[in-house]
């Protein structure tokens, strides 16, 4: 299990099983069409439509610390016992794991959150291969970009994460990383918030090497 991306791995012994094929999480465009899967209230194998509503989304359920929370969030109808079903786009690649609603009743009231398929992928293979998962780090005190923030970097506009401050030492300082710095992309993709950044970051282990842009004094 790996309590801080709320994911567990079970072995099933068996031959001749269905799967499904993993997508790219990073991929998944707002607007997507996408299908919910579960077993709410009993219900067996029942599937539910909708929209990719937003992406890189941190609800705070998970606690603080270094738990990483960056969750796809749609409007297809999720409820109790959908929780660990699948959710698939419209070529049936999973894209994510059903995790959590936001709801003052309990019920559904139309958010829903899954687990990126990118996270998914590398903590199962983490627990295969080493019983646990293997968590990167650049080394960086992130903070979100505001108007602010943007104007002390000399940027025209709100995006990227602002370094407030690099780990002595850390991988990010050896790279040349300095504190006023804002990052905009990791491996080529866009990162606008420090939730996109751990997601980012997160897919990745100690010792694997990344191409990081960066913006500097404009």
């Known amino acids: 299990t790996d309590p801080t ?3 567990a791995l079970i072995k099933v012994e068996g031959g001749d099983l269905d799967y499904l094929v993993f997508g790219d999480s990073d991929k998944v465009k707002v607007g997507e069409w996408v299908l919910a899967v579960g077993n709410p ?18 609800i705070s359920i998970l606690g603080e610390g270094s738990n990483v929370e960056s969750f796809i969030q749609t409007d297809a109808a999720v409820n109790r016992g959908n929780s660990g079903g699948a959710l698939v786009n419209t070529r049936g690649e999973l894209i994510g794991i059903n995790a959590a609603i936001a709801s003052h009743t309990g019920s ?67 790279a040349g990383i300095k504190q006023g710095d804002v990052l905009t992309r990791i491996n080529g993709n866009e990162v606008n918030t420090v939730a996109q950044l751990l997601e980012s970051v997160r897919q990745y282990r100690p010792g694997d090497e990344v191409k990081i842009q960066v913006v500097r004094n404009g």
Do not use: W
Not at 41 to 58: E, P, Q, W, Y
Not at 121 to 142: C, F, H, S
């Open 41 to 58: 209230f009993n219900l067996t194998s029942t599937v539910t439509a909708g929209i990719v509503s937003a992406k890189a989304r941190d």
């Open 108 to 174: 559904y009231e139309g958010y829903s959150f899954a687990i990126p398929s990118n996270i998914v992928r590398k903590v199962v293979d983490d627990l295969l291969m080493y019983g646990e998962t293997q968590r990167a780090y650049i080394g960086v005190n992130p903070k979100e970009m505001n108007a602010q923030l943007a104007e002390k970097a000399g940027m025209k506009d709100i995006k990227g994460v602002y370094v407030a401050g690099v780990t002595p030492n850390g991988a990010a300082e050896k």
């Open 5 to 7: 991306s709320d994911l």
